[in-house]
Structures are given as structure tokens and as C-alpha cells.
């Protein structure tokens, strides 16, 4: 995809790019923003432009003109008046950030402004965090700081308060729809697939090699076999699902599509049918079924189950032991029908 | 771009600049070495974005043998380009840029072709503007830094102390430095300085130890000129720029107490000595102090420290003056042993206002120019 | 020249200027007027609630020689150099970066230096809950024999985290979080200030969104200032904020009283799609159900107006909901509050618990999940009542499909084509074969169980995949010459490898072939193993009574033919009557507790323990390395 980051900012995020070129055009950048959003929200690609907009020597109605030698170094991550940061591993440790901190004391290497770009803000170690608190709280005159973030609750409330929280839109289900569908994604995956991300690239990537139909299928056969109460989904776990769980990316996928079906036979257990509303819409019959087999609670119990696993891969939790335990479990809550 | 050059005199320019390089980087472009090729000659840069250096060579000077077939500009591997070039076989070497960012390195039998990125990539550099420069005498300079750079703040927590505040107001150029238990400062007045140049600015401490390390090898003066966001020394050949540090020094000028209620005149070396041998156990105790005592009436100075696990010490000072109220003061040994250090073979007068405000050391002579401050400790 | 943030240029220069700290401030005025200052100070409270900014007006205060009233006069040059962070007494320290013994240690040691130019010196110690315990040591020795003239205030959003031996050292003071009325007074104050309008109900929404935090509110007053030509209006508050507005709240919170949860899920449905924030929402949601509980506990508890709605709003909201629910629905407020933190998708979080809330009812009826089973029987969908023959049919029909599926699975190695109308399968209950059992154990020793040991990866290498997979929480746990105890960590797959006789008949073929003689596989539960070991110590002691060839009891159906699963099948029949508690485990011939080692059923002979001691020790070593990880109900 050859497009351009202004356009993509712009196309992903227009409220928040007029938003925030109203705000340069009455001089009013605060020194310290957030912007939150889930992944393919185009947060980075927000940055990027504002980086873009702040740096370019002729911007154009308000727009920056990417040729000049600033777009350029930009463009190539050669500018060495914007600094950034991201997660290596899962966090970002006290020491990844102390260039950081480091270049906050300096000047700036050749104009007069600075900006800072720190990604995956909700990643920083609480050690990480509260170092940078003092630079954030008042930077010097030309500073800016933009922190990203997927998950704000997960951003240490002292950083919060020190910055202008900007929450990307959602972007739309049909825009979103229509992306996958002129990467001919099938239909059936492009409706899964908007229930676990806004991130068309992050789409491709999981379609790569036909993993994700699989993916979908697997899951699907173990959610027709679970929800029956059968024990053969214990078997499933290992013969399709482990097959398929082959990094951690993908295995947290695989937690999230069992989530994902849970939530709509929970939806359609109540009543919703709207396929619009829904992602495993060739399972809907089979959960139509359920609707009447199983009492709400059960079901409840069954969907609240796949909430609390999903961070436990977070925790170092083997993939298999959490599928495994949670096939039982659903059974279990599935065949205990009212035997007082 | 293409130009053949003496290999030998080429890779000591190498050397010059790579002092500037590291291969960690935020910034991918500065593990690369900037060459810029034009008929006047070649300037070389590196830059590990605190500070930068350039070289340049000189078409003109016959020492290297240099021509320049085509003009041009390239970023190359900074390690890779030198360590082949010091490998290669002849007396010369040519470098070429072929197509897009690609050289080709020959030298005899040899040929290497290396991937390189546009210099238009590289930091952008201030542009130097004689008419804005100053000049400072070589060893002026090595002075005014090895004088103050001792009282650079090593601790992270207060960023602005670890570098060194300079001034330029009507002619008078200023130095200080400080931790904030101790301070340093030399000022120097330069005579030939257009009046309309005034600046203000905190340059590292490391910038200026590395500086320190560089001009010992030459001996021209150094041109001084200050931009936005650089300062940038000039010495020979050589291009020597660092970065600022942002934000308020703190004010310093108040610091100094102008008035004294007791002085004492002696000389450096000797002084130096006797603390030495004092802090042998000053350096046992935890609380690492040495005490003056001044009793003018009798013309004593004494100083003693003790470590409560060895023993005790007690040295009388020859002195060459002393006048005022009695006064026993405590301090750190080894501040007062930087503080002599930097004075050299000289007699200081030392002023006391208390116990517990700090107190000054400058050189009998020349007293203006440079002072030292030292805050007591307080033992009670 | 940059944009100043709000909270940059509003931070206050004197204790009066202080939002919502009253006795905090009067206090340290106090003590500045009266000269009373402590060596050291902890200002704890949450986040922008003015810790710092009293810090550095204290350090101002102590040292102006200007002082009225115990304020600083912010003129004199210690007061600005201090304003300006410059004066080199006043050392604002944050303890996440410099949070070890070493850097403490060199405060400590500094501390002793004089002052440069103020009277005394202040530290002030941000996030001092940062500190490593040995760096907290050190700061105690500093506390204890605190250097004259040496002010330490320490800050913290977490006074929790500090030791104790510290907070007695220290004068404390608690900041309070700062209330909508002052965080609202102090908007007006600042926007009257700028002459900048505003719409009230606007600076409400940014007052309550701030939760507490005066540098919150003024960051999201900046924001919504930057969105409009300097004026605050109600919508740009709202959109910023993420908040919803009251009457989507209202709507909302009807339907769950009236458990209309489709509506109710559509509701979520709109607000999601606006992209209103999750976590604002449960919060909104919270303070909206507060309101209402408050307001039927009595309508004078609360302030209708700071909250948006009108008073007949909330008689009809107080009405429609006894309070026990509103308590209920504020603790799975609460729950799924912690729950959301973690997620980076909230949207299934939120329609759960919608789906929730709207099952919260008034009579007494536990919502949680243990207590599921026992809820509302009648919800149940119809079934056949479960009688023996039914079950039997199930049960093969079962066997008879797992067998299938896992021959399709031997020869497609793939997808499994579903049946369509799968029967439902409930309570199927196999029962241990004591039988088979107990004639291993009373041949078991150590070096047979550590051969087998040694020889399980290869046994499991001659199986199928899924026969792998059931086997993968499993564990050999006692074996004799010619047959193996394995303990399943789950009762579920006890019962599903007990009927399976692929499984067992490859696991014996493989033994065999490995073995070279005739090899037994037996299959327990693991948490009844412990039981069923003691037992057998007990009823047997030295005599072995059972032959090893275990082959002569009446159960012996599991490991036969599948044609024989019927009558194991009604061996186990009156379990799955419905009055037998509806346990997941299989029954066992004695009650036994889940991890009885010690004290088994008090009639059995006491284990003669001479003679038991071969399999009991090895068994019991082996047992004491198997940590159960799940408890299995």
C-alpha cells in the first residue's frame, strides 16, 4: 500500500486531523497529548502527520508537502529532532526511556522545536512512567510529546492528567468492511475478522496462508462441540486450535475469536439477530439452538469465562492449559443442569 | 562524486571524526560518516547528535595529495568505511559514487563497494558565520574548562547542573559551574570582541571534557561562535559542535557573598597536602569532614579530622595572612582537594563568612577571575 | 512562543489559591506562622490534588523573608528562583528515577552541606512510593537523625506503599480529592478570569470527568477550549470527555431495571458506535446509580443540579429499582471496572455486563457464578427426564462417536464432518473400578512405576494425536509387574478415557510391545487417588486379598469390549439420577474428602504399615510431587 501517511491519517482519522490543524492554525499545540484508539485506528499515523505538519518547511493548506528535506528524513526516521519510543518486549523498562529523558535536557539539534513520540504508552513500567512525569508535567517552549495508547486505563493516571487525551473515532464497520473486501478477504472472515481489530494491515497479516479461515473453522468446530457439552472439544483443543496457536500473536487471536463467538450467542440468546450485529453469522442457527437449551445464567457464566481468560496469556499461562482449563469449565458449567 | 587521496593523511582525518561516532544510535543515520566533496576539498562529519564533529580538507593542502574529479555528497557506514580504508593496500585511495548511494573504494588491487544513504539525511548543521565568532587563546580555553568542568553535577536527578553556564555580556565572558554543594567559576575578558555579540548558554560538561581532549592536540586558537541550538568551536582544520542543555540555570551571582568575616592567605600546594594527609582518615568516617580552625588572635590554623574506628589528626598550616574572627568550619576534603587542584602552585585567600555559609577560595593574584565556593558541612 | 497548558499557567502560587484543601493549608500556615515547622512531611492524596504545588508554596513560605500570614510573598528573590525551580536549596527529587540506596544515600549525605542561600533546605520526594526498600531504609536513617535546617517533604499518590517505620517519622497530611463544586468553582473562577463563556452544565461534565484530579479538569477545560473559538459548550465537553449524555444514562438504566435486554444491548450498541469511552461509561454509570441510591435514601443527600437530570427524573429513577439492586449493579460495576483495565477491547466486556445487569433481579438470587447451577430450574429447557435406559443410549451413542471421530481423525487427519443433531449428553458418571485397581496396587512397587515412568513418552508415541491430547493431563501414579495406575487431573477426562477402549487398547498394545509381556492400564481421577490408596491400606493391610489378575470382577467393563458398555453403564445408572447431587465427579464406594491422607473413615483397620510400606511410599512420594493445579469443581 503505497499511500501516502497524510492521506491515511486523514482518511482514518478526519475529525481529529481538522481538529488538530484548527489547533495549529491558532498556535494552541499543547506540550503533551494522548491519543488513544485500538490497533489500525491510525494513532501512529496521526503522529506521523503532526510530526510532518510541525517539521515541513512549505506546508500547503495546512498540509505538509513531504519532498522538502524535513518530510524526507521524517519520512526515512532520520530526524534527530524527533525522538521516539516503543515497546521492545512487552514493556518499556526505566533504561529505554533514559535517552529519552536525556534528550528532554537538550536542545533541540537544529530548530526550535522537539517531538517527542512514545508509543505503546500504556507499556511503561510504573518506574518508566513516573521518570518521565517531570518532563511531561513542563517541558521547555517547542517540546511536544505524544503518547499512544491503546488501552488508557492502562496509562498511569499521573501521566493522564499531565496530557490532553485525544480518543481516535471508531472507524466505520462498512469502511472497514469494504477495505477487506477489495483485498478479497471472504466474507465470512471480514465480519470475524472486524470483531477483533480496526487494523486492515493487522487483517492481511492473519489472512496470510490461509490461517485465519482456519483459524475461524477451528474455533467454530470447537464452539459447536463445547457448547453440546462434549468432551470432544477437550481433544479439539490440542488437534486443531494448539496446531494453530504457533506464536503469541496468534494465540491471543485464537482467545480472542473464542471470546468473540461467546459474545454473540450471548447477543442472539437475547434476542439480537441483526447480522450486523454479529461476526459468526454461519454459527448464528447453532446458537439460536443454545438460546433454548441453556438458561441465560449459564450462558452468562460461559461468556464471563472467556473474558477473564484472555489476559492470562499476559501472565505467562501456556496456551494450551488456558484453552484446556476453559473447555472443562464450560462444560462443566453446561452439564450442570438444575439437579438439586 | 569522486576524488582520490593519501590514504594515510585521509584516515587521520578519519580518526578526528569518529571520536564523534557511536554505534548506538536512536538516530539510524549517525552510525554513518558524512562526506561532502567539492573543489575546495572534503568535509567529514560525525555526530552522535550531543556533539559533531567535522573535518575538512583542504584541496590546496599538499599533504593529501587530493583530487577531486566530481563533487558530490554520501553517507557511509562510519566502521565499515574505516576500517576498510585502513585496511587497504596503497598509498592512495579513490573513492567513487557510482549509481544512487553506492561507493566504490579502490585502492591498488582492491575494490570494495559499499551501500551508503543520501547526505541530505544527515543532521543539518549550523551555518558558520565569521562575523559572529570570537576568538579565545588555546590555553585560555583548556583553562576556563578545566577549572570549572570539576563542579559539574554528576547526578541525574537535576540534568541543567551537568553542564557548564556560559556567558558573554560586554565583553566579559563567564564560567560557572556548580552541583549545588559546590561552585566554580573564571571569568575572562576579551578585549578584541565586537560588543554586539552576547550570549548565554549551558554547554554539557561531556562536550567540554571532549573538547578539552581535542584542542590539547593543536595549538591555534579557538573561534567560538554561538547559534540557536548549537555551539560550535573552531580550531584548525577541525569543526566542534555541541548541543545545548534547555532550561534555567540557576542564578549563581548571588551565590558569592561579597563581604568576609575572616580570611586566611596560604598557599595551594602546601594546603593541598596537608588536607591529603588529613583525609587519609577523614575518608574512614562516615562522614568524610575535615575541620578549620582559625583563631587569628594567636595566628593559628589547625586542621584536624578524625575516624572514630582509626584515630585522630591534627596538622597546624602555615599561613601568609590571616585576619578576622575566630571560626572552626567543616567541610568535605575532597572538594577543597579539587578546588586546590585547579588553582595550581599559587597562594589562595580563603574568605569565611560562618560556620554555615559557604566560603570562597581565589587566587591572591588576579582575585576577580576566578573563585571557587565551597558549602560548609554542618558537624553540630 | 508555545501554548502554556491551563494547568501550567494556573498553578497555584499561595496556599489560598489551593482548591479544596482547606484544612491542609491552614495547617501548614499554622505551623509557618507559629515557626512549629517538622523535619519532615508526607502529602499523600491522589493525583493533581495540589501535593506538589503545596510543597514548593511551603519551601517558599519557610524561607521568605517576606512572609505574611504564613504565605509567601512571590516577590523577593528566593520566592521567584524557587517559582522558577532555580534556587538551589529547594531539590525537587522524583523517586522513580532515582529510587536506589545510592541515590538516596547521596541525599542523605548532602543533606548535611549547608544551605546556599535560603534558610533551610527542602527536598521535596515525588512518588516516594517509588523508592526501593533499601532506599527507604536509608531515607529512614536521615529521618532519624534529621540535619537542622533540612526540610523533607515527601509526595505520594500511594501512601500504602510506604513503610510504616517512615510514616511514623513523618507529619502527614491528606490531600482530599477534589470535589465537582470546587473543581466547577475553580473552572468559573479561571474562565471569568480569561473572559472566556461557558455553558455550566458544560464545566459539570468536566468537573465530574476529572474524578478528583484539579490538573485533570483544567487538561480537559484546555481541550475542549481548543476545540471551540473560546467558549465551552456542553456537546464539545461531552465529546471529549467520552462521557454520555444523562438521558442516553437514563435510557439505559430504565432498561436494565426493566430487564429489557435486547433494548438495553442496543442502547450499548449506540454508545459504543460513538466512540464514547468504556471505562467513562461504567464510571458515569457508577456516579449515576450512586445518585439515584442517594436520592432514595433521602433527596437532600445529593445536589440534583450538579448531576444533569431534573428531580422528577429521579423519582421515577429511584423508583423503578429496589436499592439491594442498585447495590448489585455497583459491584459488577465494580467487578468488570478491574476486569476492563486489562483489555484493549472493551466492547464485549460492556455487553456482558449489560446482559448482566439486566438478570439482576429483586428476589434473592445469586448472580454468581458458582451458584449458577442452582438458579431458576424452571429457566431450564425441557428434557427427558434422564432414566437409566436413556442414559445408556446417550452413553453409546457417545462412545460410539468419539470412536468415530477419532478414526476420521487417524485417517483425514483434519476436519471432522459435524453431525447435525448431536445428542445432548448429561451426567454420564463411570464409576472407579476398584476391581481393577486395587490388585496393581497390591503389586506395585517403585521401580516398576519409575520403569513406566521411563517408558511413557515412548508408550504415548505409538497413540493417535487426539488420544495424546487426553492423555496430556495425565500421570502414571503406581504400577506393578503387569499393570499401571494413571491419574487424571480431571474428572472429566477420567471419564472420557474410561470409555474410551481404542485408547486403552492402544495404550496396552503399546505396553506390551515396549514391555514384551501383557500390560494393564487403569485409569483414576487424580483427586480421588489419595483415597482410594488409603483405603486400599486400610481394607487390606498385609493380606492381598485380590488376585493381581483383576479380571474376576463384576466391573470389569471399561477395558472390555464396547460391546459390553451397557453394563457399566448400569453400574453407574443411579448416579445419574437427577436427586443425586449434581457433583461432576463420579461417586466412590466411600465418601471421600478430597485430600483425606490422614484421617480416612474412622470403622476401617488401621493400616498395618509394615507391610504397606512399599506401594504407600512410592506412591506417596510420587503423590507429594503432584501439585494438583486446578481444582477440578
Redesign the interface.
Known amino acids: 500500500m503505497a499511500e501516502e501517511p497524510q492521506e491515511r491519517a486523514e482518511r482514518l482519522q478526519p475529525r481529529i486531523v481538522a481538529?488538530l490543524k484548527?489547533?495549529l492554525d491558532?498556535?494552541?499545540?499543547?506540550?503533551?497529548y494522548l491519543f488513544?484508539g485500538?490497533?489500525g485506528s491510525g494513532k501512529l499515523e496521526v503522529a506521523r502527520w503532526l510530526a510532518l505538519r510541525l517539521f515541513c518547511l512549505h506546508p500547503q493548506d495546512g498540509e505538509p508537502d513531504l519532498t522538502c528535506?524535513e518530510c524526507?528524513?521524517i519520512l526515512?526516521?532520520?530526524?534527530?529532532d524527533i525522538?521516539?519510543a516503543a515497546a521492545e518486549g512487552r514493556q518499556i523498562k526505566?533504561d529505554e526511556i533514559r535517552?529519552l529523558?536525556?534528550e528532554?535536557?537538550?536542545?533541540?539539534?537544529?530548530?526550535?522545536q522537539k517531538l517527542f513520540i512514545i508509543q505503546d504508552a500504556d507499556k511503561m513500567t510504573?518506574?518508566?512512567?513516573?521518570?518521565l512525569?517531570?518532563f511531561i508535567?513542563?517541558p521547555?517552549?517547542?517540546?511536544y510529546i505524544l503518547m499512544l495508547t491503546?488501552?488508557?486505563?492502562?496509562v498511569l493516571?499521573?501521566i493522564?492528567?499531565?496530557?490532553?487525551?485525544?480518543?481516535?473515532?471508531?472507524l466505520r464497520r462498512a469502511d472497514l468492511l469494504d477495505q477487506l473486501a477489495a483485498l478479497e478477504i471472504p466474507k465470512g472472515q471480514r465480519l470475524v475478522a472486524i470483531g477483533?481489530t480496526d487494523s486492515v494491515q493487522q487483517v492481511q497479516e492473519w489472512c496470510a496462508d490461509g490461517w485465519f479461515a482456519q483459524a475461524v473453522?477451528g474455533v467454530s468446530?470447537w464452539f459447536?462441540s463445547v457448547s453440546?457439552?462434549?468432551?470432544?472439544a477437550?481433544?479439539e483443543?490440542?488437534?486443531k486450535l494448539v496446531k494453530l496457536a504457533t506464536d503469541r500473536d496468534k494465540q491471543q487471536v485464537l482467545l480472542?475469536l473464542i471470546?468473540?463467538i461467546w459474545?454473540d450467542a450471548?447477543?442472539v440468546a437475547?434476542?439480537?439477530s441483526d447480522p450486523d450485529?454479529l461476526h459468526f453469522v454461519n454459527e448464528q442457527g447453532q446458537m439460536q439452538a443454545l438460546a433454548?437449551?441453556?438458561?441465560?445464567?449459564?450462558l452468562?457464566?460461559v461468556?464471563?469465562?472467556t473474558?477473564?481468560i484472555?489476559?492470562l496469556l499476559?501472565q505467562n499461562v501456556n496456551f494450551?492449559n488456558i484453552v484446556?482449563?476453559l473447555t472443562?469449565r464450560i462444560?462443566?458449567?453446561l452439564?450442570?443442569?438444575?439437579?438439586? | 562524486m569522486k576524488f582520490t587521496i593519501n590514504r594515510p593523511a585521509f584516515i587521520s582525518q578519519l580518526n578526528n571524526v569518529l571520536r564523534a561516532i557511536s554505534s548506538k544510535t536512536t538516530i539510524p543515520i549517525l552510525t554513518g560518516l558524512k562526506m561532502v566533496v567539492d573543489k575546495e576539498g572534503i568535509i567529514l562529519t560525525g555526530s552522535n547528535s550531543d556533539i559533531t564533529i567535522e573535518s575538512v580538507i583542504e584541496a590546496s593542502d599538499t599533504d593529501y595529495d587530493l583530487t577531486v574529479e566530481d563533487p558530490g555528497a554520501i553517507v557511509l557506514p562510519a566502521r565499515f568505511f574505516s576500517e576498510i580504508v585502513k585496511k587497504l593496500p596503497d598509498k592512495q585511495v579513490t573513492i567513487e559514487v557510482t549509481s544512487g548511494f553506492q561507493a566504490d573504494i579502490t585502492s591498488g588491487t582492491a575494490k570494495f563497494q559499499i551501500n551508503g544513504q543520501d547526505a541530505e539525511n544527515f543532521p543539518h548543521l549550523p551555518e558558520v558565520e565569521t562575523n559572529k565568532t570570537i576568538t579565545l587563546p588555546n590555553d585560555v580555553l583548556k583553562e576556563v574548562i578545566r577549572q570549572t568542568v570539576i563542579a559539574v553535577s554528576k547526578q541525574e536527578s537535576r540534568p541543567i547542573l551537568a553542564g557548564i553556564h556560559i556567558t558573554l555580556h560586554d565583553g566579559l565572558l563567564t564560567a560557572v559551574a556548580t552541583d549545588s554543594h559546590r561552585l566554580a567559576q573564571r571569568k575572562v575578558t576579551l578585549n578584541d570582541v565586537d560588543n554586539g555579540i552576547d550570549f548565554d548558554v549551558i554547554i554539557p560538561g561531556k562536550s567540554m571534557n571532549e573538547l578539552s581532549g581535542m584542542i590539547s592536540d593543536v595549538d591555534e586558537d579557538v573561534q567560538v561562535q554561538v547559534t540557536e541550538n548549537q555551539i560550535l568551536f573552531i580550531f584548525g582544520n577541525t569543526h566542534f559542535y555541541s548541543r545545548l542543555l534547555e532550561g534555567n540555570y540557576p542564578e549563581t551571582s548571588q551565590l558569592i557573598p561579597d563581604t568576609a568575616d575572616t580570611t586566611v592567605e596560604l598557599d595551594a600546594g602546601t594546603f593541598l597536602a596537608s588536607i591529603e594527609r588529613a583525609s587519609l582518615l577523614s575518608h574512614e568516617s562516615r562522614n568524610d569532614v575535615v575541620k578549620l580552625t582559625l583563631n587569628p588572635d594567636e595566628n593559628l590554623v589547625r586542621i584536624s579530622s578524625d575516624s572514630p574506628d582509626i584515630g585522630t589528626v591534627e596538622e597546624e598550616v602555615a599561613t601568609t595572612s590571616l585576619d578576622g574572627n575566630d571560626l572552626e568550619i567543616s567541610f568535605n576534603p575532597n572538594y577543597m582537594k579539587d578546588a586546590l587542584r585547579s588553582f595550581g602552585q599559587t597562594t589562595v585567600k580563603i574568605a569565611f563568612t560562618s560556620a554555615l555559609r559557604p566560603f570562597t577560595l581565589v587566587p591572591t593574584e588576579d582575585g576577580e577571575n576566578f573563585v571557587h565556593l565551597i558549602t560548609p558541612v554542618r558537624t553540630f | 512562543m508555545s501554548y502554556q497548558a491551563l494547568y501550567r499557567v494556573w498553578r497555584p502560587q499561595r496556599f489560598d489559591e489551593l482548591v479544596g484543601q482547606q484544612i491542609v493549608t491552614q495547617t501548614l500556615k499554622n505551623a509557618i506562622i507559629t515557626n512549629q515547622i517538622s523535619h519532615a512531611y508526607l502529602f499523600a492524596g491522589p493525583r493533581g490534588t495540589g501535593k506538589t504545588s503545596a510543597a514548593k508554596i511551603f519551601a517558599k513560605a519557610v524561607n521568605c523573608h517576606h512572609s505574611k500570614d504564613g504565605e509567601p510573598c512571590n516577590q523577593c528573590d528566593i520566592c521567584q528562583a524557587i517559582t522558577k525551580g532555580q534556587l538551589n536549596d529547594v531539590i525537587e527529587i522524583d523517586a522513580a528515577s532515582n529510587n536506589g540506596v545510592e541515590e538516596i544515600r547521596d541525599i542523605r549525605d548532602k543533606a548535611k552541606y549547608a544551605p546556599t542561600q535560603a534558610d533551610y533546605k527542602v527536598y521535596i520526594i515525588d512518588e516516594v512510593h517509588m523508592l526501593s526498600t533499601g532506599a527507604f531504609n536509608a531515607l529512614l536513617k536521615t529521618l532519624e537523625e534529621p540535619p537542622a535546617n533540612v526540610i523533607f517533604i515527601l509526595a505520594t499518590t500511594e501512601p500504602h506503599k510506604i513503610p510504616l517505620t517512615i510514616i511514623s517519622r513523618v507529619q502527614r497530611f491528606d490531600f482530599r480529592r477534589i470535589s465537582a463544586q470546587d473543581a466547577f468553582d475553580r473552572m468559573k473562577y479561571i474562565l471569568d478570569q480569561k473572559k472566556v463563556d461557558y455553558e455550566e452544565k458544560a464545566l459539570w461534565v468536566i468537573a465530574n470527568a476529572a474524578e478528583g484530579g484539579m490538573r485533570d479538569a483544567l487538561s480537559i477545560l484546555d481541550q475542549v477550549l481548543s476545540f471551540s473559538d473560546n467558549e465551552v459548550k456542553l456537546d464539545d465537553a461531552l465529546l471529549v470527555t467520552g462521557s454520555v449524555t444523562k438521558q442516553l444514562l437514563k435510557k439505559y438504566f430504565l432498561e436494565l431495571a426493566h430487564h429489557e435486554s435486547a433494548n438495553a444491548l442496543d442502547t450499548m450498541k449506540d454508545i459504543l458506535t460513538e466512540g464514547k469511552d468504556g471505562q467513562r461509561f461504567i464510571e458515569d454509570l457508577i456516579s449515576f446509580i450512586r445518585d439515584v441510591l442517594l436520592y432514595q435514601e433521602s433527596p437532600d443527600l445529593i445536589s440534583v443540579a450538579a448531576t444533569g437530570l431534573k428531580d422528577e427524573d429521579f423519582k421515577s429513577l429511584s423508583a423503578a429499582v429496589s436499592a439491594t439492586s442498585l447495590y448489585r449493579m455497583i459491584d459488577e460495576l465494580n467487578d468488570i471496572q478491574e476486569e476492563m483495565r486489562f483489555t484493549t477491547h472493551p466492547d464485549v466486556y460492556l455487553e456482558v455486563l449489560t446482559v448482566k445487569l439486566c438478570q439482576i433481579k429483586d428476589q434473592p438470587t445469586p448472580a454468581d457464578a458458582q451458584a449458577v447451577p442452582q438458579q431458576d430450574t424452571t429457566a431450564q429447557p425441557a428434557q427427558p427426564s434422564p432414566a437409566a435406559d436413556a442414559t445408556i443410549k446417550q452413553l453409546q451413542q457417545e462412545v460410539q462417536q468419539l470412536q468415530q471421530t477419532v478414526q476420521q481423525l487417524k485417517t483425514s487427519g483434519g476436519a471432522v464432518a459435524k453431525k447435525p443433531a448431536q445428542p445432548r449428553v448429561k451426567q454420564r458418571k463411570v464409576q472407579v473400578n476398584l476391581g481393577q485397581i486395587y490388585p496393581v496396587l497390591g503389586a506395585a512397587t517403585r521401580k516398576d512405576l519409575v520403569n513406566i515412568q521411563n517408558l511413557w513418552e515412548d508408550m504415548l508415541n505409538h497413540l493417535t494425536v487426539p488420544q495424546r491430547s487426553l492423555l496430556h493431563v495425565s500421570k502414571p501414579v503406581a504400577a506393578s509387574a503387569t499393570g499401571v495406575i494413571v491419574a487424571f487431573n480431571y474428572a472429566f477426562l477420567f471419564q472420557e478415557a474410561t470409555t474410551d477402549d481404542n485408547l486403552i487398547a492402544a495404550m496396552e498394545g503399546a505396553f506390551q510391545q515396549l514391555m514384551g509381556t501383557e500390560y494393564k492400564v487403569v485409569f483414576v481421577p487424580k483427586n480421588k487417588w489419595p483415597q482410594i490408596r488409603q483405603n486400599y491400606i486400610k481394607e487390606h493391610g498385609l493380606d492381598r486379598r485380590k488376585p493381581a489378575t483383576g479380571k474376576t470382577t463384576a466391573s470389569a467393563a471399561p477395558k472390555s469390549a464396547a460391546s459390553q458398555a451397557p453394563s457399566q453403564a448400569t453400574t453407574a445408572a443411579p448416579a445419574s439420577q437427577p436427586t443425586v447431587p449434581a457433583s461432576p465427579e463420579p461417586p466412590l464406594p466411600e465418601e471421600p474428602p478430597v485430600d483425606g491422607d490422614d484421617d480416612g473413615p474412622a470403622d476401617n483397620q488401621p493400616a498395618h504399615s509394615a507391610a504397606s510400606q512399599d506401594p504407600v511410599t512410592a506412591a506417596k512420594q510420587l503423590f507429594g510431587d503432584d501439585i494438583v493445579k486446578i481444582e477440578d469443581n
Open positions: 481538529r484548527r489547533i491558532k498556535h494552541e499545540l499543547a506540550h503533551a488513544v485500538p490497533d528535506a524526507q528524513r526515512s526516521g532520520n530526524h534527530p525522538v521516539t526505566v535517552h529523558k536525556a528532554f535536557t537538550k536542545s533541540a539539534m537544529e530548530g526550535s510504573t518506574g518508566a512512567a513516573n521518570s512525569l517531570k508535567e513542563e521547555g517552549p517547542g517540546v491503546t488501552n488508557k486505563s492502562a493516571p499521573t493522564r492528567s499531565r496530557t490532553q487525551v485525544i480518543e481516535m473515532q471508531p477483533l473453522t468446530q459447536n453440546q457439552g462434549n468432551m470432544l477437550f481433544v483443543v490440542q488437534t480472542d471470546t468473540l459474545r450471548l447477543l437475547n434476542g439480537i450485529r433454548g437449551q441453556y438458561s441465560m445464567a449459564q452468562l457464566t461468556s464471563q469465562l473474558l477473564e484472555r489476559h499476559g494450551q484446556e482449563q472443562i462444560v462443566q458449567t452439564r450442570a443442569v438444575g439437579a438439586e
